[in-house]
């Protein structure tokens, strides 16, 4: 696995390939099983596989966040390496935006609700690095995780509206045995808060079970509720899986997202209803 520091010389690698089909995974680092199962799919569907570590400030709307986002980065070189990823870039700050491209696109609100609500300037943030990658790195395919699905179909919007030649595709959550979706912030979760981080997934599967078009106003409130009971909701909203909008039918595709503090500790899931 080549690593890259720099712009310079990330081109002259990337001139070298530039007759394969590039596959982009951008992480934040501290990389779990669900980052390498993106790295996987990248690996069987193209040539060459890029994996972006970049800690992107932002995208963070609390600096105590961004501060201890956890960084492991001898830890991600061996599993990349060990998944023989062609090349990993690991970006300046400065350098890194110094090459930003200006650009102005309509998110169709996307942006408007659940983190975009709570997380102000998130999706702002993420659109903006994101661009940034895929004018440097210029990949026929960028993988990503359906953990974050708001920001999947951001990310599709953008690819849609602006890099026409780059296919998302999404790849599922991968969970512990637990059922709790794996992310890096789970790291610094407390280990006393074990049993609580259980009944997410739990919660999520029982509004799956009583999920019926109907009642999806009740079925929020009572998730909301049995939420709190074991820990800090933000949010628990039942939205189209296709544009996040929260009027519709039964026959259409509905998804149930949540975001949730475990003592600081702020975990995001979702789950496809029908
Ligand atoms: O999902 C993430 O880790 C980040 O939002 C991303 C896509 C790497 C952009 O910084």
């Not at 530039?18 to 193209?46: C, D, E, Q, Y």
């Not at 739990?202 to 074991?230: M, P």
């Not at 509905?254 to 995001?268: E, N, S, V």
Request: charged share 30%.
């Amino acid at each position: 696995m080549q690593v890259v520091k720099n712009l310079q010389d990330l081109n002259k690698v990337l001139k070298i390939v530039s007759n394969k089909s590039i596959g982009f995974v951008p992480t934040m680092g501290s990389l779990h099983r669900g980052h390498l199962s993106l790295v996987r799919a990248s690996k069987k569907k193209t040539d060459y596989t890029v994996v972006s570590i970049f800690v992107n400030p932002t995208q963070f709307d609390n600096q105590n966040d961004y501060n201890n986002y956890p960084i492991n980065l001898q830890n991600d070189i061996s599993l990349l390496n060990n998944e023989e990823v062609d090349l990993l870039f690991i970006p300046d700050y400065e350098e890194l935006y110094s090459s930003e491209k200006l650009i102005k696109i309509d998110l169709h609100n996307l942006d408007k609700v659940l983190e975009g609500k709570h997380r102000k300037g998130h999706f702002d943030g993420v659109v903006r690095v994101v661009s940034i990658f895929f004018n440097l790195i210029k990949p026929q395919y960028a993988f990503l995780g359906e953990k974050d699905y708001q920001q999947y179909l951001i990310i599709s919007l953008l690819a849609k509206e602006l890099f026409e030649k780059v296919k998302i595709i999404l790849c599922p959550t991968f969970r512990e045995e637990s059922g709790l979706a794996m992310s890096s912030r789970n790291l610094r979760l407390e280990a006393k808060y074990s049993k609580e981080t259980k009944k997410l997934f739990e919660l999520l599967t029982y509004c799956k079970k009583n999920f019926d078009v109907e009642n999806r106003k009740k079925l929020e409130q009572i998730c909301f509720e049995k939420l709190s009971q074991f820990s800090s909701p933000e949010y628990f909203e039942i939205r189209q899986s296709v544009d996040l909008t929260n009027e519709g039918e039964l026959s259409d595709k509905w998804r149930a997202f949540t975001a949730t503090k475990f003592g600081d500790i702020r975990l995001i899931d979702n789950i496809a209803l029908n």
